[in-house]
């Protein structure tokens, strides 16, 4: 009997710590018709000008909704980008008229693909830290996410 209790106390044990050191998810954030979820943006060596960030938008909406824009107190501004791979080399530029949010669709802002890009950042983005950053819809107006800044490397798990 013993030995079947030890390793059901040692799993237990482990449930019991990893419940306590897990950090919740972040609820999402509601403007208008749409949900932002997994915000995140990817920490910056120190004296680094660019800063990317990332997220999901849901729209629950009949309507489409477009991301406009975004800003942060740590840069002079924030754009709307869409990296892409065209004969094995990676061009990155900005969506000038932003980034469509289709009704009944999530739109996933991820490496490799679209993002956000803070340009003339006044200071490094330190993993651990949590940062405010506005974004700007052309419907349903602006909101302030906080976005919690991950390491140089990886990207948590959205």
């Known amino acids: 009997m013993l030995k079947l209790l030890c390793?059901?106390?040692?799993?237990?044990?482990?449930?019991?710590?990893?419940?306590a050191v897990a950090?919740?998810?972040?609820?999402?954030?509601?403007?208008?018709?749409?949900?932002?979820?997994?915000?995140?943006?990817r920490a910056t060596p120190g004296g680094a000008k660019v800063g990317a960030g990332y997220l999901r938008i849901t729209?629950?909406?009949?309507?489409?909704?477009?991301?406009?824009?975004?800003?942060?107190?740590?840069?002079?501004?924030g754009e709307v980008h869409e990296m892409t791979m065209q004969n094995g080399v990676m061009h990155m530029a900005p969506l000038p008229q932003g980034l469509a949010i289709p009704p009944g669709k999530t739109v996933e802002l991820k490496p490799g693909?679209?993002?956000?890009?803070?340009?003339?950042l006044k200071g490094a983005l330190k993993q651990g830290d949590n940062v405010d950053v506005t974004l700007t819809f052309e419907k349903a107006g602006s909101v302030t996410v906080r976005f919690p800044v991950e390491g140089l490397g990886g990207a948590p798990r959205m």
Not at 7 to 19: D, E, H, K, R, Y
Not at 63 to 77: C, F, H, I, K, Q
Not at 113 to 120: A, N, R
């Open 7 to 19: 390793p059901v106390a040692g799993l237990l044990a482990s449930l019991f710590i990893f419940t």
């Open 59 to 77: 729209n629950a909406g009949s309507e489409a909704d477009r991301l406009t824009g975004a800003a942060m107190p740590l840069s002079t501004r």
């Open 113 to 120: 693909g679209y993002h956000l890009m803070f340009l003339d």
């Open 23 to 41: 950090q919740p998810a972040q609820a999402p954030v509601k403007v208008g018709a749409l949900a932002i979820e997994a915000p995140w943006l």
